[in-house]
DNA sequence: TTGAAAGCGCTACCAG
DNA sequence: CTGGTAGCGCTTTCAA
């Protein structure tokens, strides 16, 4: 029943109060006697009266949303984060807007023009340039996620290189492998960057070479399946072990090598970076490293939501979340006793 | 320079003019002499002024905003979606709201708080009620996207009988397989829903019983690789054909075939369904689906926009895309002749 | 061509 | 406790 176009004004006059008790009884703000409130109630229940956000937010000075801003988004690491943002936002009645500011030249007006609708933004680093995040930052609250801001913009992003180097480490030491691969693009994400640094380091403290070169491709299973053909079509001697930028890089190699039937882990380890849920499913088991990557952007909108609220209105805190070596069948250890999960 | 936080008002005293002006030289609407312009430019150039979005909208009564409402997004498929939906919302200026209703008990609420908030929204079919779907469409324009809607609400889907009924065919016939199971669960979503009666249809057509049930799992990759460890446990005898409702099942039945050891085609034929980038690369190559997954979204926000603009404000124009079987050597086709990638 | 003023729908202050 | 009223920032008549 009823046209959800009614305003305040109508509802006022149709239960014969004025606009201001309106206001109060639909927010229960204030103090209405009974029989006001009874009266408003069934108005605003017959014609199915819900106030317009537009002017509630302009009242308020307040848009009630979060952004969050991607390179361009795809496969189960961006939807994770979407979906940590969206479990803090919606508790708190903020709507989530999204960004792909993807190839696109006009990326930096276009965040800037996302800043001028939310009370706040979340930004995956790399994404847009730091003279943006700047700017945008004397507008909103901003958060840089799994990177580094410029100037003093918080972020929130995981422990890369501390597992990665115990991963590194554990294969160079605990399996004595050698000729190690890295896949994944550094120059890609602040993330990977810090991941191949960190793998290179692990083979210097130990005084191995480590290779000059990742192999560079981006972060979805179909890259990982070019990768393993490039790395497995026997025109170079086959490595000993790849390590991958992430897990889904990590299954389109073991696919690519599963396919062309050498065994995992004897004949090639393979090792992946996030712990996705098929990770621990796949046969073999993939050794990973564990981000919460839900955490991430959950976590940035409990801080643009905190400033929002504050007068100062600039986020502050910077948080770096551990995440934990998972080691399973994919890199040599033995299977577990049970189940074979490897949690 | 400047404040972003400078309104109409101080721009017209500080460029000595009335706002009148000031918004009809932000805007471009209306005529005002060279010498105007000039000095409301200045200043705002000087402040950095731009307009407000909120004031904006109130005025215009209109968001500048599209809403996408998703079931729990997860994977590729849902990522496709959200890009085809934003490549046709950022030209037309409208942000993208979105909403992941997920396994929460008040998502019709929070569909209708987000019919308060932009111009128009697209559901994900099986998302929400019906009911909630129509209350929606009395404020904005809606199109349920891979679904139908109750009423004239309209729709944007993929032909998925076709090409299933097509599928199954030419496995019942060309490989003359028996034995097939359908892995997906036709209770969660339309689209699964319609691909498995094709599954059954194609059956029924050549007068071969299908099977009585589906092997009900979610789309991830992970519920593949359940689903392989559950029909290839050896307790039950091996299919001979596994047809998946998506890549992402197929490509986790097939690791989980090919980590037993198990020869894809000639031990097990697997199939998927929507030919996402991975499908043509691995190996062997899937045989599966096409379906145009960013057109869907994209096609979708057109006809939002279009309503949106319109005087009746309900969206019109229900399509179905047409989809393609696509051929490879995962159903026991031989490979292609050179490259490999089947296309 | 320009400006004054009337809203858009809501909240909140200030009197009564 | 209640109601009038002044905005929030912008657009858009309507006169001048």
Redesign the interface.
Known sequence: MG???MTVREIAKLAGVSVATVSRVSNGTGQVSEEMRRRVLEAIEKHGY?P????R??AAGR???LGLVFP?????Y??EL??GF?SEA?PS?A??????T?L?SDADD?VL??G??VDGVAVIGGTVSDEALLRLA??VPVVVIAGEGPGDIPSVRADNAGSMLALTRHLLVDHDLRDLVFVGNPAGSPDVSERWAAFRGAHHDLGIDPPAEPVAVSM???DG??AA?QLLCGDTPRPAGVVCANDEIA??V???A???GLRVPQDLVITGFDD???AA????ALTTVRQPVRELTAEAARLILRAADQPGNTAAGSLVLPTELVLRRSCGCPAPPTGGTGR
Chains 1, 2 share one sequence.
Do not use: K, W, Y
């Open positions: 046209n959800s176009r819900r317009d956000h537009l002017g937010a302009l848009h009630g949303a361009g988004l795809s496969g189960p961006f939807t979407i979906q969206e919606v009645r709507s989530v807007h999204i960004l792909c993807h696109r276009q023009e996302m001028r609708r004397t507008m979805q299973q179909a399946v070019l053909d299954l389109g073991l696919v690519g599963l396919g062309r996705m849920p098929a499913l796949v046969t073999p």
